[in-house]
């Protein structure tokens, strides 16, 4: 069965013939669809249109993963989708896309839209590497499935007899959990670099293997990924964090060479198994954390990722004898300018990140209200797990991470006296000094 859609150009692909899976023979049910997606299926196969839930939640179903949410795709141009829901607005300059509002909730729409190996000169915009700079014309069914990236990504659940419509042999790859990409392996990642990331977020996140053809090019290619912007990056790098799949996700980026892309700096330390560990540890708690349903916070792990480099920075001001707080201070800000050159990390988050290495430096200041100070500080806890984190991941930390621990756990009255064994600690000729300088400063 073909169907030749309303507002779809005959590119003369039309005659390549889907495999359609009955509903009785996949596992996806309405069940398992959020209700305004429902409704927005519905709404447009009622008014005539094709509507078709397609990509990442197609794939997710089909694999018993819970979608992250629900894109559809149709043959109504934005216009008419527009029209169709007054609660919806045309979004993007590259390609419009409808986005129905429901509350707090967005379900999108997108117009089939064709591969750019079926518009004309004009209408495509590409630079002389390869890379896609726009591609705005709308297609047909089997347009929209060969653009897009993976077989498994590439395939239509049809509201119309609630079948799923493959164009791309998705189905086959879904069976045997195999990542290929659609196409020319070499061609697809030189057109769009990002999609080097997106094989390996999807390996990580659903446990996939990889075709040889879709991976032999990974393996090469890593240095596309210097074209792409860094504020792409950035925002494929955060969607890392939330896979709940980080830590196997970062042994995928190491062995493809795309981690040292991402952050030279610091893979550079990744020599010192200190590094690995520390990072081991930590994405693996953040990972349990996201299968508890707790949040993650981006700033935590961009300050473990970047504490390497903190402590390398640190050894190399030693000689300079400045103060301690100096030296952090000037550690963290050159670690933090090392990382930013390729991802554009939001001003907002790398305040958060610095704060969070600098408290390290406060772990050591056990006098006065100095504790009190730093367990008030917004950012403690996460600065706090960051600093027991060091310590087992082979930092000589062990005795302020017992005192800390013992601190942060005591109540009221128990830190008085925990604060006053520590005073005791302090040899005379530094207490005199403490005093001295205390009685200046209430002059
Ligand atoms: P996730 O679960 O992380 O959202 P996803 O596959 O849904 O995964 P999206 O970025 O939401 O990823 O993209 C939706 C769909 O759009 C993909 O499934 C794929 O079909 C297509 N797509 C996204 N990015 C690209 C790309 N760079 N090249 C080609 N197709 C893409
Ligand atoms: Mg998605």
Redesign the pocket.
């Given at each position: 069965m073909v169907k030749r859609f309303k507002n779809a150009p005959n590119t003369g692909k039309n005659s390549i013939q889907p495999k359609i899976i009955p509903r009785a023979e996949h596992t996806i049910s309405r069940d398992h669809i959020h209700r305004n997606a429902l409704k927005v299926l519905y709404r447009l196969h009622n008014a005539g249109f094709s509507a078709f839930l397609?990509?990442?939640?197609v794939?997710?179903l089909l694999l018993n993963h819970q979608?992250?949410?629900f894109?559809i795709a149709t043959d109504a141009h934005p216009d008419e989708v527009r029209k169709l829901f007054k609660n919806s607005r045309l979004i993007g300059k590259r390609f419009r896309l409808a986005h129905i509002v429901f509350g707090k909730e967005i379900v999108e729409v997108a117009t089939f839209r064709t591969h750019h190996e079926n518009i004309s000169q004009e209408d495509i915009a590409k630079t002389h590497q390869g890379m896609i700079m726009r591609d705005n014309v709308y297609g047909t069914i089997v347009d929209d499935a060969s653009?897009?990236?993976?077989t498994i990504?590439?395939l239509y659940y049809n509201i119309a007899d609630f079948s799923v419509v493959d164009y791309v042999n998705g189905m086959q790859d879904i069976s045997t959990r195999t990542l290929r990409i659609i196409g020319d392996p070499v061609t697809?990642y030189h057109?769009?670099p990002?999609?080097l990331l997106?094989a390996v977020?999807?390996m990580g996140?659903l446990n996939l293997n990889i075709s040889p053809e879709t991976e032999a090019p990974l393996l090469t290619l890593s240095h596309l990924l210097g074209k792409v912007s860094p504020a792409r990056l950035y925002l494929e790098v955060m969607?890392f964090f939330q896979?709940g799949a980080t830590l196997p996700t970062f042994h995928l980026l190491r062995k493809y060479h795309l981690f040292a892309e991402l952050f030279p700096a610091i893979n550079e330390c990744l020599t010192q198994p200190e590094a690995i560990q520390l990072i081991e540890n930590a994405l693996a708690e953040t990972d349990k954390r996201v299968k508890d349903s707790k949040t993650v916070s981006p700033a935590f792990i961009f300050s473990v990722l970047l504490w390497p480099l903190v402590t390398k920075n640190l050894e190399k001001l030693r000689p300079k004898k400045m103060p301690l707080y100096v030296a952090y201070e000037n550690a963290i800000h050159h670690a933090v300018k090392d990382k930013t050159e390729r991802l554009a990390i939001p001003r907002l988050l790398l305040v958060s990140i610095r704060e969070i290495c600098l408290l390290q430096f406060r772990f050591t200041q056990r006098f006065g209200t100095r504790p009190y100070r730093l367990l008030g500080h917004p950012r403690f806890r996460a600065a706090y797990d960051l600093f027991l984190l060091r310590q087992q991941s082979g930092e000589p930390l062990l005795e302020l991470t017992t005192w800390w621990q013992r601190f942060y756990e005591a109540t009221e009255d128990e830190r008085v006296t925990i604060l006053k064994e520590v005073e005791k600690t302090i040899p005379n000729n530094k207490r005199k000094k403490r005093k001295k300088k205390k009685t200046e400063q209430v002059q």
């Open positions: 397609v990509g990442g939640c794939r997710d979608p992250k949410d894109d653009r897009r990236d993976f990504n590439g697809r057109e769009d990002v999609r997106r977020r999807f996140k969607k896979e």
